[in-house]
């Protein structure tokens, strides 16, 4: 499955942004979910995560009460909703789909999206 991730840009703290990452093929609704992000000058960490059906989801420490990940499987698209960002927020953001389990690691999902940047000013 390709991966098509959108809606990135440039925000002030305290901002919202909402990212998109389409599917091409409806296998989409197979597979867990997740967002991942890489600073410069650091490895790529786990942002959010969500099951196949929608009803479970996962996030990082850092982000939990103010990202929110959901997905629509008759559009096959996965969403994350970003509110109050920080400057520690800017990263490039990866959509990634794992099919064999419900997983934070990287290394677990199979496919990813190209990235889209956000970026946060103080």
């Known amino acids: 499955v390709q991966l098509q991730a959108s809606g990135g840009g440039l925000v002030q703290a305290g901002g919202s942004l909402r990212l998109s990452c389409a599917a091409s093929?409806?296998?989409?609704?197979?597979?867990?979910m997740g967002w991942f992000r890489q600073a410069p000058g650091k490895e790529r960490e786990f942002v959010a995560r969500?099951?196949?059906?929608?009803?479970?989801?996962n996030y990082a420490p850092s982000v939990k009460g103010r990202f929110t990940i959901s997905r629509d499987n008759a559009r096959i698209t996965v969403f994350l909703e970003m509110n109050n960002l920080k400057p520690e927020d800017t990263a490039i953001y990866y959509c990634?789909?794992?099919?064999?389990?419900?997983?934070?690691?990287?290394?677990?999902?199979?496919?990813w999206g190209q990235g889209t940047q956000v970026t946060v000013s103080s």
């Open positions: 990634a789909a794992d099919k064999n389990g419900f997983n934070n690691r990287a290394s677990e999902y199979e496919y």
């Open positions: 969500i099951n196949t059906g929608g009803g479970v989801t």
């Open positions: 093929e409806r296998t989409f609704s197979r597979y867990t």
